[in-house]
């Protein structure tokens, strides 16, 4: 997504609001790709006079893969970003040892923003609701819906000595 500061440039101090929308962005995350959709983007533009300041937030669907029970689902994601970009070339550049934003002739393309804030909101461990049960170890069945009679052999090893201990002592 770009923002146009043709106008805004001219003048320091000017602020200008700025919208828009991506319909669908794919990004991959550690093999996995990703799909968010409906992304929002919105926000304000300010000539500060040696660069633009932005301040945005964006808002958009992820598909995600449950981590536990491998189901596909859509969460709510959002973030907010502040950046100053500056023009490329032009004097002003200041480097405060991060990342330094520029752009070229009058647009701003907010897309690496964007795609770095969306793959920050996205959770390490996805989960389809927070009490997923998951899948049975054994016979690979989802917990969430089905009932199975593995469970008892997929137990700790500890918990097996235990459930041994009780069957001896049921015997007396
Ligand atoms: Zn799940
Ligand atoms: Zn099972």
Redesign the pocket.
Known sequence: MKIYVSELRKTKGRTEQFSGNIPSLSIELQGIEVNFRDIDVSGNATNTGNGIYIKGKVKAMADCT??????P?SLEVQFLFEETYYRQGEQGVQSSGGIVRTYQGDEIDLSDVIREGLILTLPMKP???PD???LCPVCGCDL?YQHCSCLPQALDPRLAVLKDFFKETNKN
Do not use: D
């Open positions: 449950c981590s536990l029970c491998l189901a689902f989960l389809c609701r997923c049960k998951g969430n």
